[in-house]
Structures are given as C-alpha cells and as structure tokens.
C-alpha cells in the first residue's frame, strides 16, 4: 500500500510569515514529487514539482526533497491570505501511478 | 491562458445508469488522466492515457470504467453501471510531453448517484 502522509492541520500563520508544509511517503522508488493548492469546492493547481534532492524555489515557494528520509516540504514565504487553502502533497510512484496525501489546510490571518 | 474543461459541472443519475463524463484537454497536451475524489477525502488516480492507449490505472480503474478519445479533443470516462459509491468528483487533468508529469486539471464533474 503506497501512502502519502500529510499533517491535516489546520494550520494557521500571521499574513507575512514562513508557512511549512510537510509531507512523508512510504514507496522508496518514488521519483517525482508535487505540490497541488486546493481552494474549497475547486480542482487542485499545480505549485511545483521536484525530482532531485535539496531545494527547489519559485517565488515565494520552495520545495524541498530528501529522499532518503522520505520526505518532502513546501515552504510559503510572507504568506498572504490568498495563500488560505489546501495544499495537496502528490507523489508519482514507480509504476508511473500517482498517490495524493489528505492535504494541509493552511489558514493565512490577516 | 489554455485551461482544461469538463462537462457537465454537475451529473445526477440513478444506480445502474451508464453516464459519460467529457473534458476537453489543454490543445498541446498529449498525456491525459481521470482522478476522483470522494467528498472529504483525498484525490485518487484513475487512469492514464496516451497515445491513444492507457498507460496505468488504478485499482479503482475496473471494468466497469474505460476512457476513449473520440476525436483529436474530447477525452472520456464512461462508467457503465453506477454505484452509490461512485459519487464524487471526478478530474481531468492533462500534461505536455515535455513536463508530462506535471498535470493541469479540469474544474470537475460532481457525479451524484441516487
């Protein structure tokens, strides 16, 4: 049973602070990684992606891999409340399947 | 900005009931994909589709499920004899070969099963 595991939260950060999201995974062959943002009632949208370990960033975003300890973050820097929303943890597994944890609500107080 | 779209939004039919769920992926795109999700729950894969053929699916992906391109747009899930249990919503998405991973998705159909 592949698992993408995913504190639920809530989480709750002031407007302009550092939000961060974590993620584990249990299939070690797992190559590609991603994060979705899922507002109530709306499909998900694609953040980012990571294949390789460290960090990758994106404007206020940044991911992070470690594969050998299974696991992968996202950092949100100087949060807004537009940031208010589920962050969905996606994991592509060996057999090209992919496997999505329960989600993060982060809430962003004004 | 291309987007993915789906119809209908909303689908309500009776248990037994074949429906036909449509998107119209991202014009460029060549890899395709069904997921759905169970109100309150997580997003789960369906199928993968590419060249014309399925490429994985999911456990959930049974016979009562099959995916067709009928012409160079749509993209289907047919689900031949709904359950109650098949009420949720269900995704598109779609990729581009060269990030084919990372996928756009539809806004979703919201199947209900009465």
């Known amino acids: 049973q592949k698992e993408v595991e995913q504190n639920s939260g809530p989480l709750s950060v002031p407007e302009g602070a550092i939000a961060s999201l974590n993620c584990t995974y249990s299939?070690?062959?797992?190559?590609?990684f991603f994060w979705y943002r899922q507002y109530s009632g709306k499909s998900p949208e694609l953040i980012m992606s990571?294949?390789?370990?460290g960090d990758k960033e994106d404007g206020r975003f940044t991911a992070q891999l470690n594969k050998a300890s299974q696991y992968v973050s996202l950092l949100i820097r100087d949060s807004q409340p537009s940031d208010s929303a589920t962050y969905l943890c996606a994991v592509m597994g060996p057999g090209n399947q992919f496997y999505f944890g329960t989600g993060t609500s982060l809430t962003v107080i004004p | 900005e291309p987007e993915v779209t789906q119809t209908p939004s909303h689908q309500v039919t009776q248990m037994g009931q074949e429906v036909i769920l449509r998107c119209v992926p991202i014009s460029n795109h060549l890899y395709f994909y069904w997921y759905r999700q169970i109100l309150g729950q997580k997003v789960e894969f369906l199928v993968s589709?590419?060249?014309?053929?399925?490429?994985?699916k999911s456990e959930i992906f049974d016979d009562q499920f099959s995916v067709e391109r009928p012409d160079g747009s749509n993209f289907t899930l047919k689900i031949r004899s709904t359950k109650l249990e098949d009420s949720a919503m269900y995704f598109c998405a779609s990729s581009p070969t060269r990030t084919r991973y990372e996928q756009y998705f539809g806004p979703g159909t919201r199947l209900t099963v009465t």
């Open positions: 990571i294949y390789s370990n």
């Open positions: 589709f590419y060249n014309n053929e399925i490429s994985e």
């Open positions: 299939d070690r062959g797992s190559q590609s």
